[in-house]
């Protein structure tokens, strides 16, 4: 009876599961739109499916079950199902998401109740980008952030990240705050970026939380963590193709042998135009007729390959139980030079885990554990002298003879075989370990009263090991027909080894006592907190020459002479320590203030100056919250804020409080050589931090249900600028440094640097036809003026750097070309200065050219202006996004090393003044051009390119498969994409990119960098 009971029980399960079940059936809309292609799916199940066309959906769930609707573009919605009724779901798009919860200092906070100036991107939008370098996919996205890509370099291609543009002639540094630890060892750039969740950026006083590191802004990165449910395992992999976005074309042999006749007849005029290559000679090099004796090299093909390869893959399981959450990641990269033969290779390794506890109702833990292997290898030749080299090579010089043997390229450097490992290789690997304990605790017996903190341990070792094998070049004799060998690299012929190890550690640690309680239509958000942490450093370096082998690169293995041998060694240990706390209140959301306040002490100031204060407070007014203002119905949201604080920068140099010595120097005591010492920086005892005072205004808004807006006003003055004295106490006075040009007199807290400018971000999010779509529109003009450095007192105010941005050139105005004998004698002229000579603005009208006829440039190379659009569609499983970013009111300084000592850009070659063409657009070529009339010798606006552009940064698109065909092999999602970065680019810029070059004011720069790379690449993305 017994038996027959449970088997009729038995059967019975499966038919009450099934009755419990039902059909059920809604309809998904935003806006009064239907919205396709939204995730529904029953919660900690694997059931699920997506709205068709129409926003319509069925699935199979019971009463009691919660369906989660989900979608990029939108907030993630939860309903509870309670009866069999179809379903009315209306999402709110994530861009008008005023109650969507972000990311700020120590904390979260409603969007709505923001009185501070941020930005936030998720990092669904930054994987979108196929560079892997997390600060290549910044620029165009927000307002207030210039992200410029000065090298494509595989391990150096990161960007350089300014927040509202320079505003110190200090460091400009941002600072980067990861899953809560400041400045955590590794940063932002080599963070896989599917493990990011979202990164927020701070810029105005709302940073003052975190005081003496905030002053030029800060990135707050938070990494992925784990949701209730069953394991979902995630899967993506990219494959790359990676070639330069641009570089100069340059003249062909017979152009330039031309040029280099033209260049001795100018210092020769009665010898003709054939001084060094006859007309026959010329017709040899441009048919091909004499490859051995008359060859015509294109150095960049010979050199570089068109396309190098990358790839990414990236492997997570995340889930949990309501106690326990967990996301686990493995990743690689790997990046390919695009040297042909090239050795050149970064590979990267890393893993995360991330796992959150609820150990009892009231404590809760978290354990961050990542770590990453950065492995880098280049060849014994930098990127820059390499480039160099290339540039400069003559196209009258073969790379390889027609027997095989490497040519001596320029001066015994031949870029064909600098490229490969042949002279030895530069191994570089860096390991990264960040360890975090997080944990909480609800304090009983008073409401919302908690408390919190971390321990964070990172650690990173870094060695480099160089190792310079010598090997043969060869130039031919065509008279004897002999190749005479020549041994370059090593050192004298033989193989030499540097060897260099620096550790780095830094534990960090935090306890905060938070309240937030909510009392009617009141709420009080607040903490006070205690922050320390202890940074060391040490490392050794060792190197030796006269190695018998090339195979036994190990420093054992060199030379056993004394001189044979060097080493050196340094270390340093530095500790912070802070008291901080904010509070926030609001009422009813519709008044809003807050204030915070950081005390920073630091061991980099001397006792007395070792702490600062810096407070901020900000308020806000959300007056579509009051009730006189409900009549205004197309004005969802407004709201007006404002902020002001103080902020500082203690990013300088260790221990200057203290007198400076060297042991260089050496006396000599009878036949005994003894070492010396020398003091070679005074000390300042009076140094302290860098003052940013930060005041902002701003009004954002959602309006006409699609529509959102920003518009901020900002201004900020820097002070206490650590700067050197360079017109008080000039060198000629005698207390110089005997060592080096570095100033014996200490950098003291003189300098002034004021800045200000708006922001502005304008967007639309709308469903029409079965498809959404949003864009975004962003601009950003950021100005600084210099308000004292300790110019000289004689100094021209037109040549004076105050008063006048940052970073601008000293220049002659470059006002024509000398074409005529009559342009000769009516336009004031250097000293020698002959026809197709650059004619300079004679600017204090002297009736000469002197040095008092250079003036200061509007701009330098950080731009004033940056815009950015972001679009965004999806239709059917389709989607598409796309990032245009452009910048202006910027200018680089490019003056190429040509001459008789290198090759020219074709746009010069081929567009140059000479007897032959009167009309040329450039000045006529000379044997130096860094110490020419035309260029190095008078640095000048011809030279100085209007750097504006814009270009499509990033654009994807994808598909994902029908959830109905995958949930057949056991699939909850695929999606399959392609995307590329940095596709084109419109500018006035002709011969290399944009972006590229020095990021400093040098007008030295001569275009001599590794490209930056356009990348199209495909992937995949498949979930179980």
Known sequence: MKKRFLSIFLFLIPITIWAQQSKITGKVVSGGESVPGVSVRVKNTTQGTTTDNAGQFSLAAGIGDTLVFNHLSYVTQELVVRNNASLSVSLAATTQNVNEVVVVGYGTQKKATLTGSLSVIKGADIVKSPQPNVSNSLAGRFSGVIANNRSGEPGYDGSNVYIRGLATTGNNDVLIVVDGVPGQIGGMQRLDPNDIESMTVLKDASAAVYGSRAANGVILITTKRGKTGKPVISYSFNQGFSSPTRLPKMADAATYATLANEIQYYTNPGGGLNQFYTDAQIQKFRDGSDPLNYPNTDWQKATLRNVALQHQHSLSVSGGSENVKYYVSLGTIGQQGIYKHGATQYDQYNFRSNIDANITKRLKVGLYLSGREEDRVYPQTGAGDIF????????????????????????????????????????????VFNGILKGSYDIPGLEGLSLDGFFSVDKSWSSDKSFGIPYPVYSYDATANTYNKVVVGGSAGLA???????????????????????????????????????????????????FPSSQLPELSQGGSAATDKNNAGKSYQFTRKSYIARLAYNYQEKYLLEGQARIDGSSTFPKGKQYGFFPSISAGWRISKEEWFQPVSFIQDLKLRGSYGTLGNDNVGLFQYF?????????????????????????????????AKKMDLGLNAVFLQHFSLEFIYFQQKRSNILTQRNASIPQVSGIV???????????????????????????????????????????????????????????????????????????????????????????????????????????????????????????????????GIVLGADYKGFDFSAVLAGQTHVSQ??????????????????????????????????????????????????????????????????????????????????????????????????????????????TSSSGQFYPQQRIVNVGVNVKF
């Open 893 to 1002: 300084y490019v003056l190429p090393e040509s001459g008789t000592i290198g090759n020219f850009y074709s746009s010069w070659a081929d567009n140059r003044w000479s007897p032959n063409n009167p009309n040329g657009s450039y000045p006529r070529a000379d044997n130096r051009a860094s110490a020419s009339i035309n260029g190095g010798l008078y640095n000048n606006t011809f030279w100085l390119n209007n750097a504006s552009f814009l270009r499509l940064k990033n654009v994807e698109l994808g598909y994902n498969i029908n959830a109905d065909v995958l949930s057949r092999i056991k699939i909850s999602g695929l999606r399959v994409y392609a995307n590329a970065f940095n596709l084109f680019t419109i500018t006035k810029v002709k011969d290399y990119d944009p972006e590229g070059g020095p990021t400093g004011s040098t």
């Open 388 to 431: 160099r080299s290339i540039y400069r090579a003559y196209p009258t010089v073969a790379a390889i003879y027609p027997n095989g043997l490497p040519t001596s390229g320029i001066e015994n450097n031949n870029p064909v075989m600098q490229v490969t490992d042949i002279g030895g290789t530069n191994r570089n690997p860096t390991q």
């Open 496 to 546: 030499s080894l540097t060897q260099y190890q620096q550790n780095q550690s830094l534990l960090t640690s935090n306890i905060k006592l938070n309240f937030t309680r909510q009392f009617g239509q009141h709420h009080v958000d607040a903490f006070v907190g205690y922050e320390q942490s202890k940074t060391v450093m040490d490392s050794l370096s060792a190197s030796r020459l006269n």
């Open 659 to 691: 007198d400076n010595y060297s042991f260089s120097n050496q006396y000599v005591v009878g036949s005994n050589i003894h070492p010396g010492i020398d003091i070679i920086k005074l000390a300042n005892p009076n140094i302290t931090w860098e003052t």
């Open 737 to 867: 440094n005997p060592f080096g040009s570095d100033p014996l007199v200490p950098s003291e807290n003189i300098g002034k640097v004021n800045s200000n400018g708006i922001e502005a971000t304008l967007g639309y999010d709308n469903s029409a036809g079965g498809v959404h779509y949003h864009i975004n529109g962003n601009f950003t003009y950021a100005k600084s003026k210099i308000i004292f450095i300790d110019e000289a007192a004689g100094a021209l105010d037109y040549q004076r750097q105050t008063g006048r941005p940052l970073n601008t050139y000293l220049l002659y105005d470059a006002i024509g070309i000398f074409r005529t004998q009559a342009d000769l004698d009516n336009y004031p002229h250097l000293a020698g200065a002959q026809l197709g000579d650059l004619i300079y603005k004679d600017y204090n009208g002297d009736k000469q050219i002197t040095a008092d006829d250079a003036t200061r440039s509007k701009y330098g190379n950080i731009p004033e202006i940056t815009y």
